[in-house]
């Protein structure tokens, strides 16, 4: 049984996705603000989707989805009760997976919700795809492992590694390294990606300068050996 999370503050409406969720046959867990949003995410690395609520206390639903989407591929469909293009705009630059203006139709929700599960890289990814030469990511328990030894790493050098690893071979510039991992509201410059990597590549070992590669005056990239 799938588990989806439902956070936004109105309890109407998260009784209301709860019940018919399960009806579906899905495992509904609710959160009541933002702040509760990432607890419950983080407690359930399993999660197949979020349905997330814009406007809430503590954290808002655009933090909560740029947070998750540091570290995860999770899909998120994001909630408003406002048909305004600055909310579906937000969305998508935070991250969002889909948008869904209030009040808001189960049967269409329900859609949503299975064509993002049907095409989420989660469902669809081969189980070797984030390993390489010893190093494992398991997304589900948000570890790394190189040669059976646990790595310990910020959440950053995590969110770089798993995009890197995600797409091996591809180069990603520092901009768009930047923007996807420290999210558009960032005001700090490239030499914040630079030294990340740097320290990345450190905790890494042999690996690190074998694999994460610099791209002189593009960005970064996974390599991977002619026999991968």
């Known amino acids: 049984m799938k588990k989806i999370i439902i956070a936004d503050d109105e309890e109407n409406l998260r009784r209301l996705l709860c019940d018919f969720l399960k009806r579906e046959g899905y495992e509904p867990i609710e959160a009541e603000d933002g702040i509760k949003a990432m607890d419950v995410f983080y407690q359930n690395p ?10 809430m206390p503590g954290y ?4 909560v989805c740029r947070k998750i989407k540091e570290i995860s591929d999770m899909p998120i469909i994001m909630l408003t009760a406002r048909s305004q293009d600055f909310d579906e705009l937000e969305s998508f630059e ?19 919700i299975e064509i993002l599960l049907k ?11 984030l390993e390489l030469d010893g ?27 798993i995009k890197l690893m995600s797409n091996k071979g591809r180069v990603f510039t ?10 558009y509201d960032y005001e700090g410059d490239m030499r914040t990606v630079d030294s990340h990597v740097t320290r990345l590549r450190t905790k890494l070992g042999e690996w690190g300068y074998e694999h ?9 990239k996974i390599e991977v050996g002619m026999n991968e």
Do not use: Q
């Not at 808002?60 to 933090?63: S, V």
């Not at 991250?95 to 139709?105: E, Y």
């Not at 520092?174 to 999210?183: A, C, K, Q, T, Y």
């Open 46 to 55: 399993d999660a197949a989707l979020m349905i997330l609520d814009i406007m």
């Open 119 to 129: 095409h989420s890289a989660r469902e669809i990814r081969k189980t070797d795809d």
């Open 94 to 112: 935070s991250g969002a997976d889909d948008f869904v203006t209030k009040p808001v139709s189960l049967m269409v929700l329900l859609k949503r």
């Open 212 to 220: 994460l590669k610099t791209v002189y005056g593009i960005g970064y």
């Open 60 to 63: 808002d639903g655009w933090e």
């Open 174 to 183: 520092r901009e768009h390294l930047l923007d996807n991992i420290w999210g």
């Open 135 to 161: 190093l494992v990511i398991d997304e589900k328990a948000h570890t790394v492992t190189l040669k059976g030894e646990m790595l310990e790493l910020t959440l950053k050098e995590y969110g770089l590694l």
